[in-house]
Each structure stands twice: as C-alpha cells, then as structure tokens.
C-alpha cells in the first residue's frame, strides 16, 4: 500500500517546467495556471460606464477543467496520501469535475456528493468523466449539517467503521491548500497581471479559499487594497458554489476562512445575478455562470462611487447551467 | 411487534444509516416487520423522523450505550 502511494506521489511530480510559451504539454495537469501561465484578465468596457472604474474579470474557465476549483483540486490531491482508498468530496460540482479530472490522469478512484439541486449539466458531466459514484443529497439529510446535506454525507463516509477504511477526503472546507493555491498562483498573478496597480479584489463566498489566499497575497503587496467577499442575499438561492456567511453558526464557518482579510461583504440576490450574468454575455460576449454574475453586480455597484481597478474572479462559464439560464430567460420572456 | 428481519446498521453514522433505512423501508414487504439496529442518538433521530414522515411509528428500545432498537411494521 505504501508503495502504491509512493508511486501515485511521484506520478504527481513535475519532472521539469513546461514551456507556456509553445504550449506543448507532458499531461493536462501542467495546464493549472501559474504566474508564469496565468488565467487571462479581461478589461469590460461596455457594461461598466465609469471610465475612472476599471473593471477586470479574472477569467478561470480557462483552467484545464473548466472552473477556478482546478487550482485547489490539484494542490490538495497533489498532496493526499491516497493509498488504496477512494477520494470522496462534497461539492457543487465544480470541485467534484476538477477533482475526477486529475483522479482519471493519476489513476485514483473518486466519488463526488453533490446537493440536489445543483443544475443537472454538471451531474452529467460528473457521470461523463466515471467519478465512480455521484452521491446525490438533500441539503436536510443531515442534521450535524442542517442546510449541507452533501457535507454531512461525506463527513459520514469519513467517519463511520463501516466505510472509514475505505475513503479519504480532501475536505475543501477545512484544508489550508485550498488557501494556499490561491495564495501561491491566483494572487500572484493578480498582482503581476495589473502591474501591482490593483485596488479593488471582488470574489464570492463559499469555501473561501479564493478570497482568502488571494486576498491576503494582494494585502501583503499593498495593505491598501480592498477585499469585498460577495454572499447570496439568501440561504437558500441558484447560485451553486457560493455560500451565505452571515448568520451562520460557528461550527458551519468553512474553517479555512480567515475574515480579517475581508474588508467587506456585499449580498446579492438571484435576479440581480442572473440578470447581471446576461448583460455581461450580451454587452461584452462572455459567457459566465451566475456566481460571476453576482460578483460583477457587487462591482459595477462600487463603480457609481468609486475610482480605481478592480479585479472580478469569474470562478467559471455559463455552459454548465443552461438549464437554470433557461429557467431564468423563460421568467424574462414572461414578463415582456 | 415480531421482527421477521433484522438490519444492523451500527456501524453506519447519520446520514448514511438514515439513507440505508429508508431503502430498507422501501424495500420491506406489506405486513413485515424489520428490526433496525442503529449506533449513536443522531441516526435514531433522524430514522425516527423519517418513519415518522411516511406515517410509520416503531418501537424503541435502548439494549446498550451505543445500541438502539427500532422495530417498525409496514401496513
């Protein structure tokens, strides 16, 4: 068994850097973006109309699997002495995609729980990709956690003597390399994408690891610059990966969130996301899920009453939630 | 109530003991009676109200500090 790990271990290291510049890869892995490879930054200029207010979107659809998750995803499974058991994680889908993407390269088994009423595309694409199994739970299953079914599911395999053996898991809310990807890549390349002329990082709320390792990174370069964590108005919404902080009892808190790198949280509801969302495609032709959404609305919203360039993490594309799109675009059909 | 089956899930925490329950429920033949055989207070609760939602009422008997009992009929 400790061979097995070993050499799962060495299959994970890099023999040498790749060349970004003629792009030719040993395996898809060497895609997770780096300063040296980093996501593209993408001024707007037709949504936004104040021109003292520039806006950035940091756009990581363009990680090799699809989401800003592919970051964390390598790090903590880089790191994971897998052995002979099988990867088990909770997620919205974006971690369980990133997460069976590299098992699949590295040869480990992966089973993903996911809440209900994530959009149906990415249980789809969680099936497509063979994560061996695709638990599905409802956000009451569990009452150690009342609205994260799917956490209190994973937390059960984890720990009960009949399956402990038999899975591991990386617990994005808890491991401190879900901060640390972001700390080591995504605000580095921040920092060097914007010249170190950044003043403002939008990012939403949900495992925090984003906003944390990146916001901190920024802060130490320049203790000026403004962190604004972006939540849902309310618990229960259509804005899958993002999670509503406020209000939460202690023990719900993802672990890893460090709040005094937040100067400030900004709710968003649905419509105002989704509608947001639209308008980027529309005005700017770039096609994002509806957490950018909610993120984007929380900026243009400081652009009416301030100066400077802000930084917007898209955390993906919009292909994965055609349906709930679909649901939103029917709502706006009807009232026309 | 005479169980014509027993499932021990003591070695499955909430939720997976309450998944596994409902499909042994699901499963349970009309005028049959399991035994179900659960490890912490947690999964008891959540069994119990789950049963409960589907209009069912089981016996209750703690045996041991970490064995509960919970007998339940399907009409």
Same mark, same amino acid.
């Given at each position: ?5 070993e ?5 994970r ?5 790749p ?6 890869y040993s395996?898809?892995?060497?895609l997770?973006?780096?300063?040296e ?9 037709r ?16 990680n090799? /699997?699809?989401s &800003? ?13 897998v ?6 994680e909770p997620?919205?889908g ?12 590295w040869?480990?088994a992966?089973e993903?729980?996911?809440?209900q009423?994530?959009p ?14 695709v638990w ?19 937390d ?7 399956t ?7 617990n994005?809310?808890?491991? +401190?390399?879900?901060?640390?990807a972001?700390y ?5 390349e921040?920092w060097?994408?914007?010249?170190g +002329?950044i003043n403002?990082? /939008? ?7 984003t ?10 370069q320049?203790?000026?610059i403004?962190?604004?964590? @972006? ?32 100067? +400030?949280?900004?709710? &968003? ?5 989704y509608?947001?969302a639209?308008?980027l ?11 950018t ?6 900026a ?10 802000? @930084? @917007? ?5 919009? /292909?994965k939630?055609?349906? /709930?799109?679909?649901?939103?675009l029917e709502g ?5 | ?11 499955l925490?909430c939720?997976l ?17 399991v ?11 959540s ?12 016996d ?5 500090e ?5 007998t339940?009929?399907?009409?």
């Open positions: 068994m400790e061979d097995r790990a050499q799962e271990h060495t299959s290291k890099r023999d040498q850097e060349d970004h510049v003629l792009r030719v395996d898809i892995t060497e997770i973006p780096s300063p490879n980093p996501t593209p930054l993408v001024r707007l200029n949504i936004n109309q104040n021109k003292d207010f520039q806006i950035y979107l940091k756009l990581e659809r363009y090799p /699997f699809g &800003v998750k592919d970051r964390i995803a390598y790090e903590m499974l880089k790191a994971l002495e052995g002979k058991r099988t990867v088990v997620s919205s974006n971690t369980g995609i990133a997460l069976t993407c590299l098992a699949n390269a040869g480990i992966v993903v729980a996911v809440p009423r994530i149906e595309e990415k249980k789809i694409m969680l099936r497509f990709l063979g994560a061996r199994k599905e739970a409802d956000d009451s299953l569990c009452p150690r956690f009342p609205s994260e079914g799917a956490r209190g599911l994973v059960a395999l984890i720990r009960s003597p009949a402990k053996d038999k899975y591991i898991s990386p994005q809310y808890e491991n +401190e390399l879900n901060v640390q972001h080591r890549t995504t605000g580095p921040i060097k994408q914007t010249r +002329e403002y990082l /939008f990012a939403g709320l949900g495992t925090c690891g906003i944390v390792g990146a916001g901190r990174y920024l802060k130490e320049n203790p000026e403004r962190v604004i964590g @972006v939540e849902p108005s309310s618990a229960t919404h259509r804005l899958p990966g993002m999670k509503r902080i406020t209000g939460l009892a202690p023990e719900y808190i993802p672990k890893i969130l460090d709040s005094s790198v937040i100067d +400030e949280t900004i709710e &968003v509801s649905d419509g105002e996301a509608k947001t639209v308008e495609a529309r005005s700017e032709g770039i096609p994002a899920g509806p957490t959404g909610a993120i984007l609305w929380a243009l919203n400081y652009a009416s009453s301030h100066r400077g360039l802000a @930084v @917007v993490i898209s955390p993906d594309d919009a /292909f939630y055609t349906s /709930f799109y679909r649901d939103y706006e059909t009807g009232k026309s | 109530m005479t169980a014509n089956r027993e499932c021990d899930l003591s070695d925490l939720p003991s309450k998944m596994r329950a409902t499909e042994i429920i699901d499963n349970l033949p009309a005028g049959e009676t035994r179900i055989i659960l490890g912490d207070m947690d999964s008891v609760k069994v119990v109200q789950e049963l409960k939602a589907r209009g069912m009422k089981p209750f008997k703690q045996e041991s970490n064995r509960f009992v919970l339940v009929s399907k009409q």
